[in-house]
């Protein structure tokens, strides 16, 4: 008579031989945890296979979304747990931006502006949407403006423009952050405009892009310095966007006192030391 364990010993053989070939990540440790699992809790045949799959299915999402995060190249490591919900509260409702991080402006090709004075956690607040939208498998890309134009303007010169237009186009959401930042330097960047509208107008129906911008809609012609390229790229971008206004108080500037005030009573408890050690 065939003895059982023996054929249990050989069923883990082959199944550990099944899981190399198939290349799926479970050492036999794992595979001996489970089975034990499965005869304790008298697992169904379903519920086995499940626990089977889900340690190396989690372990391979995983694996995505770190790769996913690392292409679209944030510059900061900004959540929207970390974000200072309370400091303009009035202003800045969490609600709508826990619906941007679900990515669903994604699904529907819709663009996404930001707009509003500096020091209001703009870029925070993207590059946390962004990193929400990369956990939910979408492909995306952040890029400050100055970056964008930079590269654009050598790829001119190399005449590698054309690639370079379409590698920026195949994300799904292409954040570009800091426009208006500084003054589009025309002497350094002579095409500037023209490059910017290339990129945008790749995109255009086929992917997300969201704009980070100081710059209200109506001063965009100045800023550009060419009013029908200005209307198109308004055309292209805000037409149809999400637009989110950003009003309130300067959070940078706010660190900014804060941090004067520290100084200045790290500087009096000094000065009040050496008075006392005086007397």
Request: include cysteine; charge should be positive; glycine fraction near 6%.
């Amino acid at each position: 008579m065939t003895d059982p364990r023996n054929d249990n010993s050989t069923l883990r053989q082959q199944i550990l031989g099944h899981l190399e070939t198939l290349k799926i990540p479970l050492t036999s440790e794992q595979v001996d945890e489970i089975l034990a699992a499965a005869a304790k809790t008298k697992l169904s045949h379903v519920q086995l296979l499940e626990r089977f799959l889900a340690a190396p299915a989690n372990r391979r999402r995983e694996a995505s979304i770190e790769s996913r995060l690392k292409r679209a190249k944030f510059r900061d490591a900004a959540t929207l747990e970390s974000f200072d919900w309370k400091f303009n509260a009035k202003t800045i409702d969490q609600v709508q931006f826990q619906e941007l991080a679900t990515g669903e402006f994604i699904r529907r090709r819709d663009n996404l502006v930001f707009v509003g004075e500096s020091g209001l956690g703009k870029s925070h607040l993207i590059q946390s949407v962004g990193r929400c939208c990369c956990a939910s498998g979408y492909r995306v890309r952040y890029v400050t403006s100055a970056k964008l134009l930079e590269e654009l303007t050598a790829a001119l010169g190399d005449k590698t423009l054309s690639a370079r237009v379409r590698y920026y186009s195949r994300f799904d959401l292409l954040i570009i952050d800091e426009f208006g930042f500084d003054k589009l330097e025309r002497r350094e960047y002579p095409e500037s405009s023209s490059l910017l509208y290339k990129v945008i107008d790749s995109r255009s129906r086929k992917g997300s892009t969201a704009l980070v911008t100081n710059i209200d809609f109506k001063d965009w012609t100045d800023y550009l310095g060419d009013p029908p390229l200005a209307m198109a790229l308004l055309d292209r971008v805000v037409d149809g966007a999400i637009i989110q206004r950003f009003k309130g108080k300067s959070y940078r500037a706010h660190r900014a006192e804060q941090q004067a005030v520290r100084h200045a009573k790290r500087g009096t408890t000094k000065n009040g030391g050496a008075s006392d050690r005086k007397s």
